[in-house]
């Protein structure tokens, strides 16, 4: 099984701010084959970013993927009150699918 | 819009029994996979079964592989899980999720909790 790493745990920062979270796998991903949700309180993940860098329907650009083989990042690039949530990352590149135990990005 | 509407979810004992169901509308619902992924109070979350568009491919997670069966109905848009044997460490929210195969999740229904307590 794949374990994704996810860093930091905790990230506080202000609206209008740049946030970089990080996502490491335990071995080379295929296809670059890992995604991005963000999860506010009480409702479902949604999907942010697939293939690592493609941005799913109705994401805004502020929102960008980057990474290859076992890291990987997602920026976002000016912080609005909604992105102060949960985001998780997912693997897709072997079996089982896996997620990252979460960054939780809050209000500084 | 897509929607995925889950049901089914409650407080149950050790060792029961419960069937979750999910209707899907707003997608060409025999064309996508579906999922079931659940999420512990805290925790992240954790995919736990796969079938594919015509049910011919069908996976569980280690955890809850022999204890739960997932199938559905192309006929009615749904998908259902039915679990056997519960316990406690299968209180969680459940999550109905579309999938263009074995790849990423891309629409999610609200979640229905189950909690498995006596």
């Known amino acids: 099984e794949i374990v994704l790493t996810q860093s930091p745990g905790t990230l506080s920062l202000s609206p209008g701010e740049r946030a970089t979270l990080s996502c490491r796998a335990s071995?080379?991903?295929?296809?670059?084959?890992l995604a991005w949700y963000r999860q506010k309180p009480g409702q479902a993940p949604r999907l942010l970013i697939y293939?690592?860098?493609s941005r799913a329907p109705g994401i805004p650009d502020r929102f960008g993927g980057s990474g290859s083989g076992t890291d990987f990042t997602l920026t976002i690039s000016r912080l609005e009150p909604e992105d102060f949530a949960v985001y998780y990352c997912?693997?897709?590149?072997?079996?089982?699918?896996?997620f990252g135990q979460g960054t939780k990005l809050e209000f500084k | 819009d897509v929607l995925l509407v889950e049901s089914g979810g409650g407080l149950v004992m050790p060792g029961g029994s419960l069937r979750l169901s999910c209707e899907v509308s707003?997608?060409?619902?025999?064309?996508?996979?579906m999922n079931w992924v659940r999420q512990a109070p805290g925790e992240g979350p954790e995919w736990i079964s796969f079938?594919?568009?015509?049910?011919?491919?069908?996976y569980y997670a280690d955890s809850v592989r022999g204890r739960f069966t997932i199938s559905r109905d192309n006929a009615r848009n749904a998908v259902d899980l039915q679990m056997n044997s519960l316990r406690g460490d299968d209180t969680a929210v459940y999550y109905c999720?579309?999938?263009?195969?074995?790849?990423?999740?891309?629409?999610w229904g609200q979640g229905t909790l189950v909690t498995v307590s006596a």
């Open positions: 999720v579309s999938s263009m195969g074995e790849i990423y999740f891309d629409h």
């Open positions: 707003g997608l060409t619902f025999r064309t996508y996979s």
């Open positions: 079938i594919s568009s015509r049910s011919n491919y069908i």
């Open positions: 071995q080379s991903l295929s296809s670059n084959s």
């Open positions: 293939g690592a860098s």
């Open positions: 997912q693997q897709y590149g072997g079996s089982p699918r896996t």
